[in-house]
């Protein structure tokens, strides 16, 4: 299994980035695919989860301003984040290989991880 994230880069606050996760060794329409990021000095956290079905859920810290979707026929996972702000700036990671019940945001129950895109919000 491989996940490679893309679609990082540096924009001011306000602005927009879509991150993509492809797959491959996996089909991402049977499986919980999440995004996650980790800052400096701070702990991993997640920011968006879709379920085999497409059912979504989101971390408060972005709900409204960030949406997860998918293209099952081309097995990319992609992070819509708009109004972006400072405290959004962190090494972002797509996971899969989800291996819990309801725990989707528990970093622990994942199997797969990409190497992550970097996105950097300046005020």
């Known amino acids: 299994v491989q996940l490679v994230e893309s679609g990082g880069g540096s924009v001011q606050a306000g602005g927009s980035l879509r991150l993509s996760c492809a797959a491959s060794?996996?089909?991402?329409?049977?499986?919980?695919m999440t995004w996650f990021r980790q800052a400096p000095g701070k702990e991993r956290e997640a920011v968006g989860t879709s379920d085999s079905a497409g059912n979504t859920r989101y971390a408060d810290s972005v709900k409204g301003r960030f949406t997860v979707s998918r293209d099952n026929a081309k097995n990319i996972l992609y992070l819509q984040m708009n109004t972006l702000k400072p405290e959004d700036t962190a090494m972002y990671y797509c996971?899969?290989?989800?291996?819990?019940?309801?725990?989707?945001?528990?970093?622990?129950?994942?199997?797969?991880w990409g190497q992550g895109t970097q996105v950097t919000i300046s005020s």
């Open positions: 060794g996996l089909s991402i329409s049977s499986s919980r």
């Open positions: 996971a899969a290989g989800f291996r819990g019940y309801n725990a989707y945001f528990d970093s622990r129950l994942y199997g797969y």
